[in-house]
């Protein structure tokens, strides 16, 4: 398996709702990351997690919480968001054979975030 | 700080021409650059990773190339497709005061016509 996966493809909700975003690979992979991507703009850091460890935190709100339960796995979760924050959220992953970002990253299809 | 810049933003040719995309960046110690192609809507695919002691590295008809000391790369596409429209990112991976960082340019679109 090759991919990076992500779920769900699109997601509507609003300022006061609860929901996760999940992502998942099984290559093995021990680092994962989280980005957002505004429309027309490239994407932008958010998270990094290695051995499943938080390593960088790119100084993203509380409202947002990111969780990895195991090496595979990686979630976004997502509360009392703002319509700003509307945006595709991309997973990637890497191994880990140099420090972190300095790995080839592995990128999911996104999830296509709307806040209302 | 650094910062990845490139050029054209967006780029139309006949289906047949080779073309070049470029990309720059303001601080020469990075440790690799990567190319990515991203479709409409979609995720990003990884196409080149060239590390800082490499020159070059190909994949079919792509190539890319990397001059850390000038603080650019080009990536080539030879003998281009329509099924190559896509939105072309270049991103760094290098260390600054606060850590390691992965940066990425603005993407060049290109549309490659039938």
């Known amino acids: 398996d090759t991919e990076v996966t992500q779920t769900p493809k699109h997601l509507v909700m609003g300022m006061t709702n609860k929901k996760s975003l999940k992502c998942e690979q099984h290559?093995?992979?021990?680092?994962m990351y989280w980005y957002k991507q505004k429309a027309k703009k490239p994407p932008e850091l958010m998270f990094v997690y290695s051995y499943e460890k938080l390593s960088i935190n790119e100084s993203v709100p509380s409202r947002f919480s990111p969780e990895c339960p195991n090496s595979s796995l990686l979630n976004l979760h997502l509360h009392a968001l703002q319509p700003e924050d509307s945006a595709l959220y991309l997973c990637?992953?890497?191994?880990?054979?140099?420090?972190?970002?300095?790995?080839?990253?592995?990128f999911g299809p996104g999830t296509r975030l709307t806040v209302l | 700080k650094q910062e990845v810049t490139q050029i054209p933003a967006a780029l139309s040719v006949p289906e047949g021409e080779n073309l070049v995309l470029n990309c720059s960046f303001t601080?020469?110690?990075?440790?690799?650059l990567q190319w990515f192609r991203q479709d409409p809507g979609k995720g990003l695919t990884s196409l080149l990773l060239?590390?800082?002691?490499?020159r070059e590295q190909t994949s079919g008809r792509l190539n890319a190339s990397l001059d850390k000391s000038s603080g650019r790369s080009t990536l080539y596409i030879a003998a281009s497709q329509p099924g190559d429209s896509a939105t072309y990112l270049c991103?760094?991976?290098?260390?600054?005061?606060?850590?390691?960082?992965?940066?990425f340019g603005p993407g060049t679109r290109l549309s490659v016509l039938p």
């Open positions: 601080d020469s110690a990075i440790y690799n």
């Open positions: 060239i590390q800082s002691s490499q």
């Open positions: 991103a760094v991976a290098f260390r600054d005061n606060y850590g390691q960082n992965f940066v």
């Open positions: 990637a992953s890497s191994q880990l054979e140099l420090a972190t970002l300095y790995n080839e990253q592995f």
């Open positions: 290559m093995g992979h021990r680092a």
